[in-house]
């Protein structure tokens, strides 16, 4: 979840690689930068390991099968551009030593901009920065998927989770060179907003704020991360008419897949959906053998709240517990086939992450009943680990309103139909702007 601003012909293109979702930047030196100033603040400003670290160091070194994981995730990261700092081979993050003391520093900072090489970004996922290149080694395929690592890891991501939610988060929120209301920081936020309309509002215009207020009123960095639109700005798209169905999410298009199968293996290339999976082997989940799956995803600089696409009463919605940093094999040197790790880190698997990132899961009954039971799974990809949903089950939804959030970073998340509903009109992967949250997504044909 990052985003760059700069002149991008200047960047030697084994620099300059694509990542889909934006989680990590396109230039790779401003992760670089960004990680090797972590590195240096973190030995400059050393300090004993928060009690979260503790535990999470002796769980790894009182476990023979994770020690071996910790131990050779880092060894098996090769020693050649990008995955080094300097030409002597020396990488960033060298060993879980060394990711426990990075990461014992970012628990006291917030998500902001930096400069490598005059061109600024902004790095937004802190620990997928710091997991990057380990986690997709055969051995951090491993120890990324094991459920008492991922216990651990949501421990300390709610520890980060705290800082986040304090008035001292907030400090990124200036009008500094790389502060949010910065010149780069609101200019880009705004350019994600206006896109979809070619608009032209400014942040006041466009956000609940009070610019006359320290930090425009937000308490917090997940204050202004949560922040809500102005009505106007995002319209609920025939409020009316129940055969129109609405964007849930202010995000871009990922993938639209019709007939999908009950069961099937999201590990693998491909990444075709499988139902239960995805909807946590609920009851419910066989409604949609056959269905359609609507997936998009969210950047660093989207609204991150989530509102209801279509009419109807909430059925049943719960989060279920899932991976935090787990990519697929396809990505990485896990795979035999691989000899480098995928550029594009874990957004390139989001299909995989529907089967076992954390999630929320809500199913609606919708008013129509040419729609009837759908779902909707907010997928928290890397930090963004809290899926907040604010709705009850029992409770009747009209289009456009708020059913829950992510905190703290990006995400993606899928829209399910049951396999006889007609859904047509769906946007086409890959078009540059998101797609409005509250606009029209698709049309169910009776």
Request: with cysteine; aromatic share 12%.
């Amino acid at each position: 979840m990052v985003q760059q601003h700069g002149d991008e012909h200047h960047i030697p293109q084994e620099d300059h690689v694509v990542r889909a979702g934006a989680w990590l930047p396109t230039d790779h030196r401003i992760h670089s930068a960004w990680l090797g100033e972590q590195i240096k603040d973190a030995k400059k400003h050393s300090k004993e390991l928060a009690p979260v670290l503790k535990d999470f160091k002796a769980f790894i070194e009182n476990n023979p099968r994770i020690y071996m994981y910790f131990h050779a995730m880092f060894d098996e990261v090769p020693v050649k551009k990008p995955y080094n700092k300097d030409p002597t081979g020396r990488k960033q993050i060298h060993d879980y030593h060394h990711m426990l003391e990075v990461l014992n520093h970012t628990f006291t900072t917030a998500p902001q901009w930096t400069d490598a090489a005059a061109n600024v970004g902004m790095v937004g996922v802190p620990m997928c920065a710091i997991f990057d290149y380990p986690m997709g080694t055969a051995s951090g395929y491993a120890a990324f998927l094991d459920p008492e690592v991922n216990q651990h890891l949501k421990k300390i991501l709610n520890e980060w989770g705290k800082f986040l939610m304090s008035p001292k988060s907030a400090e990124v929120l200036n009008d500094h060179k790389f502060g949010w209301f910065g010149p780069v920081g609101t200019k880009d936020v705004m350019e994600v907003a206006n896109a979809p309309y070619k608009t032209s509002y400014t942040f006041e215009e466009f956000y609940h704020c009070d610019p006359k207020a320290k930090h425009h009123g937000y308490k917090s960095w997940d204050d202004f991360f949560t922040r809500r639109f102005r009505e106007e700005v995002r319209p609920v798209a025939s409020p009316d008419d129940d055969n129109v169905i609405n964007n849930a999410c202010e995000s871009k298009v990922f993938n639209v897949s019709h007939n999908v199968k009950l069961r099937d293996k999201f590990w693998i290339k491909a990444q075709p959906y499988s139902i239960l999976d995805m909807l946590a082997h609920d009851p419910l989940a066989e409604n949609f053998a056959g269905g359609t799956v609507y997936q998009a995803f969210l950047s660093a600089l989207s609204y991150h709240r989530w509102h209801a696409p279509v009419s109807g009463t909430i059925k049943k919605a719960f989060v279920q517990d899932g991976t935090y940093f787990s990519e697929p094999l396809f990505e990485g040197l896990g795979d035999h086939n691989n000899t480098e790790i995928n550029a594009g880190g874990i957004a390139v698997g989001q299909g995989y992450l529907t089967s076992l990132a954390t999630r929320a899961v809500i199913f609606i009954e919708a008013d129509n009943p040419a729609i009837g039971l759908m779902a909707f799974i907010g997928i928290g990809m890397d930090e963004v680990s809290t899926c907040d949903i604010t709705v009850k089950e029992g409770q009747h939804v009209k289009k456009g309103e708020q059913t829950g959030m992510f905190h703290f970073g990006g995400s993606s998340h899928c829209l399910l139909f049951r396999k006889h509903v007609k859904v047509e009109g769906f946007p086409e992967p890959g078009r540059s702007a998101n797609v409005p949250v509250r606009s029209q997504l698709a049309v169910v044909k009776a």
